[in-house]
């Protein structure tokens, strides 16, 4: 299994940004599709972005199109959701989950991806 650790949460207000990271232990980037998902207080957890593996393909949800953007250092196995332009609703959880996966990322549910990180929290806040 691998091991997955997020960071750079924070508090941001409206219309600020924030890049998180995370550095899965183990990745390959021709073998683990990576998906970053959040969950706000009372909500299910949702995928906002994920990146297929070994296309490289990324997938984002239509709440975030425009304003997030996944990147992805190989050389220091670390992904990074660069997010801009933030709204009251982004705030929540992140999660950022890896698996191999044959198909697209966005294909797959959340109980799909094998290993998960603790969770960064965002506040978006004034």
């Known amino acids: 299994q691998l091991r997955v650790v997020e960071s750079g949460g924070g508090l941001v207000q409206p219309g600020g940004s924030l890049r998180l990271s995370c550095v899965v232990s183990?990745?390959?980037?021709?073998?683990?599709?990576i998906s970053w998902f959040r969950q706000a207080p009372g909500q299910e957890r949702e995928r906002v972005s994920c990146?297929?593996?070994?296309?490289?393909?990324?997938w984002y949800s239509d709440s975030v199109k425009g304003r997030f953007t996944f990147t992805r250092d190989n050389a220091k196995n670390t992904m990074y959701l660069e997010m801009n332009s933030l709204r009251s609703e982004d705030a929540g959880v992140y999660y950022c989950?890896?698996?191999?996966?044959?198909?697209?990322?966005?294909?797959?549910?959340?109980?799909?991806?094998?290993?998960w990180g603790q969770g960064t929290q965002v506040t978006v806040s004034t």
């Open positions: 183990g990745f390959s980037p021709y073998h683990h599709a």
């Open positions: 990146m297929s593996a070994p296309s490289g393909h990324i």
């Open positions: 989950a890896a698996e191999r996966l044959a198909l697209s990322c966005e294909l797959y549910a959340a109980h799909e991806f094998g290993s």
